[in-house]
């Protein structure tokens, strides 16, 4: 547990994996891994980085403070990436990017992105893919890299659409280069 400092996890061939009902506290880590990323983080604590040839699952926790997530960049050659931030999930500057095959994110207590820097990313990297969010408040995403596919929600029960406010927030979506279709 370190409150300031520099946490770095790498795993050049394998997995990086937090078990059970363990998570990091304090800096936010730096993730290097070959193959599959699984951690639970504290909220709140600077922008986080991953780099995976796997799966990408983050949980954030708020022990003293939201359980909110600013994202670096999170990058899959290779898998999917799942987002499970409480409280929101934002980028920390207009480089951050989630990129992966599936991303799907979940906030059920705030919001996706901002209107002055939505949140970017580049999905469907492995053309089986899209993106699939559910927020309390609003949803600002664009897509950085070709079409914006819609996908159907698989790490959250009764999904009513892709992409959903609970709370009737304003959705956003764009794309830079393509169109946003139904995956």
């Known amino acids: 547990n370190t409150s300031t400092g520099t946490t770095n996890l790498t795993s050049a061939l394998g997995d990086v994996t937090v078990a059970g009902s363990s998570a990091i506290f304090g800096a936010t880590p730096t993730v290097t891994a070959g193959d599959d990323v699984r951690i639970?983080?504290?909220g709140d604590k600077g922008p986080l980085d991953v780099t995976a040839g796997g799966d990408i699952r983050v949980d954030v926790i708020g022990e003293t403070g939201p359980a909110s997530l600013t994202v670096g960049v999170i990058t899959t050659t290779n898998g999917n990436v799942f987002l499970n931030a409480p409280?929101?999930?934002?980028g920390d500057d207009s480089n951050s990017c989630v990129e992966g095959n599936l991303i799907q994110i979940l906030t059920i207590n705030g919001s996706v992105g901002t209107s002055t820097?939505?949140?970017a990313i580049n999905?469907?990297?492995?053309e089986t893919g899209g993106l699939a969010i559910r927020a309390e408040?609003?949803?600002f995403v664009t897509e950085k890299a070709?079409?914006?596919k819609?996908?159907?929600?698989?790490e959250w029960a009764t999904p009513l659409a892709s992409i959903e406010s609970t709370d009737d927030?304003?959705?956003t979506l764009r794309t830079t280069d393509g169109s946003i279709v139904d995956a």
């Open 150 to 154: 819609l996908a159907q929600p698989t």
């Open 117 to 119: 820097l939505p949140l």
């Open 123 to 126: 999905s469907d990297v492995n």
């Open 146 to 148: 070709g079409d914006l």
């Open 87 to 90: 409280d929101g999930v934002e």
């Open 137 to 139: 408040g609003n949803i």
């Open 169 to 171: 927030g304003t959705i």
């Open 40 to 42: 639970a983080i504290e």
